[in-house]
């Protein structure tokens, strides 16, 4: 009779799971031109916790809002995928509200993420879509499998409020400036191991400088005390001079990216250096800038790559290759202009 029972409520519990409605598709009450400046909100969330939000706000910043407001932040988009972090907000006419909330019924709890992009001024909620979310992840909606869910929040939420700069291509990546530079293979003569390799920020650095990630949009940042820049890639190194920060990201495969940012936390300039004639095969390459200076005229970069593998520890290794590059900022586009 108990194995009865215990099959029964299980049959009911599977069944309670699976009864509970759909998640609503997106409806759109009203749209608007041109939106540039939003707030987000995330309500029911916990930090570092699952679910988190659908959209969140590294798919904000992806829809790429000129400004987002996020937990007493302000986001400003700058140059090719790039943003600027500073400490306080302004209010904006359109929140985009991301709620998580639970329905209660006779076989348990069963959670929904509805995202609402709303009119302060009015009172009014212009759009709206819904996740049903299972074990640890929002994740059933009406749209079809292709791409991800918080892309397809995002550009629902762009579709209402129809920002004037485009996203920059399906996973956010813009083409940097046109950038004019000069390579030259050079004899290795810096030999770094393991416990010079590990240092991220140059000696002239101040200890606020640092380079950390960004949980909440997973993105390798560097902070400066009163501001955070985020590059359009994952940030690898800093190097700080009297008048300008060299921000150096990207990767073995794709060059290297380089933003000049001004102690104020200013972009002043971007550029990338494509390095695509080293194999990438048999283990891989790993790069490291040994040395940079910035001159009103160029930069330069003293970069070493490791073929195969980081130095072990206790390891002296060479670099298989090291390179002059010289990127002239007079001949570079350096920044696109706008926001």
């Known amino acids: 009779m108990r194995i009865l029972l215990a099959i029964l409520a299980l049959v ?18 009203a749209t608007v031109d041109g939106i540039n400046d939003i707030t987000l909100v995330a309500e029911g969330f916990v930090a570092n916790e699952r679910p988190r939000p659908v959209m969140g706000l590294g798919y904000a910043q992806w829809a790429n809002f000129r400004r987002i407001s996020s937990n007493g932040e ?9 943003s600027v972090v ?16 639970t329905k209660h019924g006779t076989f348990g ?10 009119d302060t ?4 909620v212009l759009g709206m879509k819904e996740w049903l979310c299972r074990r640890d992840e929002c994740e059933v909606t009406s749209d079809d499998a292709v791409g991800w869910q918080g892309q397809h929040a995002a550009l629902f939420v762009r579709r209402v409020l129809n920002p004037e700069m485009a996203t920059g291509g399906a996973i956010g990546v813009k083409p940097y400036p046109k950038t004019v530079f000069r390579v030259k293979q050079v004899s290795p003569s810096v030999r770094l191991g393991p416990e010079e390799l590990k240092s991220r920020t140059s000696m002239s650095c101040s200890p606020e400088t640092s380079i950390f990630l960004r949980r909440d949009i997973n993105r390798v940042a560097v902070s400066n005390g009163s501001w955070t820049f985020v590059p359009q890639r994952n940030a690898s190194q800093v ?12 990767g073995a495969q794709d060059g290297v990216h380089l933003d000049l940012i001004s102690p104020d936390g200013a972009l002043l300039g971007q550029f990338q250096a ?4 080293f194999p990438v095969s048999d283990g ?30 206790g390891e002296k290794a060479p670099a298989e290759w090291e390179t002059l590059v010289e990127v002239d900022r007079a001949e570079s586009e350096g920044l696109h202009r706008g926001p």
Not at 74 to 82: D, E, L, R
Not at 274 to 277: D, N, T
Not at 294 to 306: A, D, K, T, Y
Request: overall charge positive.
């Open 109 to 118: 709890p069963q959670r929904y993420a509805s995202l609402l992009v709303e």
């Open 239 to 250: 190097f700080c001079f009297p008048e300008v920060l060299l921000v150096i990201s990207g």
């Open 284 to 313: 891989g390459t790993y790069q490291y800038v040994a040395d940079a200076s910035v001159s009103e005229r160029l930069i330069r970069l003293r970069l070493l790559h490791f073929h195969k593998h980081w130095p072990k520890p």
């Open 121 to 124: 001024k009015f009172g009014k």
């Open 274 to 277: 494509s390095l695509g004639r």
């Open 12 to 29: 009911c519990a599977t069944m309670g799971y699976f009864i509970w409605r759909a998640p609503r598709s997106e409806s759109i009450n």
């Open 74 to 82: 302000t986001y400003t988009q700058v140059g090719s995928g790039a």
């Open 86 to 101: 500073r400490k306080g907000v302004q209010p904006t006419r359109y929140v985009v509200r991301e709620v998580l909330w």
